[in-house]
């Protein structure tokens, strides 16, 4: 089990870059792939980013090339550097911890990410 807390959402203009912040409680942080997920309002949850706890990334093709995830093991803290930020990136960014086959075990309570036209 692990508890996520999301963080650095905010408003920003389209074209300008946002990094978001999640913060794990648990032992099994290093062990666990993380992940990215976004809800914009009337719409399902969907991917965004992955990061396996050997570092190895996948993507949505929406944001390949604008997003980067990243985590920090000794800070039990993952990051997701948007750049390049569209109006169609709005929704409530998740973090998320992954099992071994990228099923969702646990969700944090997301941040609002906002981008202006």
């Known amino acids: 089990q692990v508890q996520l807390v999301e963080s650095g959402g905010g408003l920003v203009q389209a074209g300008g870059s946002l990094r978001l912040s999640c913060a794990a409680s648990?032992?099994?942080?290093?062990?666990?792939?993380m992940g990215w997920y976004r809800q914009a309002p009337g719409k399902q949850r969907e991917f965004v980013a992955r990061?396996?706890?050997?570092?190895?990334?996948n993507y949505a093709e929406s944001v390949k090339g604008r997003f980067t995830i990243s985590r920090d093991n000794a800070k039990n803290t993952v990051y997701l550097q948007m750049n390049s930020l569209k109006p169609e990136d709005t929704a409530v960014y998740y973090c998320?911890?992954?099992?071994?086959?990228?099923?969702?075990?646990?969700w944090g309570q997301g941040t609002q990410v906002t981008v202006s036209s």
């Open positions: 998320a911890s992954l099992d071994e086959y990228y099923f969702i075990t646990s």
């Open positions: 648990g032992s099994i942080f290093n062990s666990n792939a």
């Open positions: 990061i396996t706890s050997g570092i190895s990334t």
